[in-house]
C-alpha cells in the first residue's frame, strides 16, 4: 500500500514539475507558491499516517488489495522477463545460424591482394595451393581448338 502511495506521490510530483507552454487558461489558475505546495503534502502525508487509526477496517482491505496487486505485478514482470529472455535465446540462435552458414560459404580474401596488416611479404610471394579440393577433383581440359 505504502508502495503504491509513494509511486503516486513521486509521479504526480514528477508530472507537476514537467516544463508547461503558456495559455490564456494558465493565467486563470490560481497561483501556488513552492512553501504552500510543501505545507499541504506534509499535511496530506501526516493524515494519510492517521487514517489506519480511524478505518482500521478500510486499512486493512486496502493492505490485501496492495498485497494482490503487488502480486500481479510480480507475475506480470516475471511474464516480461520470460518474453524477453525468450526472444533473446532466438535472436542469439538466429545468429549462430547465420554465423554457421557464412562459415561455410568461401572466404572474400583469394590471396591475390594483400590484406590489412599483412605487410610486404604477401604482396611478394606468390600464394600456393589456393585451389580447392572441388578444383582439383576437376578434370582438366585444354583449350579447344581452333577451327
Not at 496530506?44 to 490485501?64: I, L, W, Y
Not at 516475471?78 to 545460424?97: F, G, L
Not at 562459415?103 to 606468390?126: F, R, V
Request: hydrophobic fraction near 40%.
Amino acid at each position: 500500500m505504502r508502495f503504491l502511495l509513494r509511486i503516486t506521490f513521486w509521479l504526480g510530483l514528477v508530472l507537476v514539475l514537467l516544463p508547461r507552454d503558456k495559455t490564456p487558461e494558465s493565467d486563470k489558475l490560481p497561483q501556488i507558491g513552492a512553501a504552500d505546495a510543501v505545507q499541504a503534502a506534509t499535511a496530506a502525508v501526516s493524515d494519510m499516517t492517521q487514517f489506519c487509526k480511524r478505518q482500521p477496517a478500510a486499512c486493512e482491505v486496502g493492505g490485501q488489495a496492495a498485497t494482490i496487486i503487488g502480486q500481479r505485478a510480480q507475475d506480470g514482470a516475471r511474464k516480461i522477463y520470460q518474453i524477453i529472455n525468450d526472444k533473446k535465446e532466438q535472436i542469439s540462435n538466429d545468429k549462430n545460424e547465420k554465423t554457421d552458414k557464412t562459415d561455410k560459404k568461401a572466404p572474400d580474401h583469394t590471396g591475390s591482394i594483400a590484406m590489412a596488416g599483412e605487410g610486404d611479404a604477401a604482396s611478394t610471394e606468390a600464394p600456393r595451393d589456393t585451389l580447392s579440393q572441388d578444383d582439383l577433383a576437376l578434370e582438366w581440359r585444354g583449350p579447344a581448338a581452333a577451327n
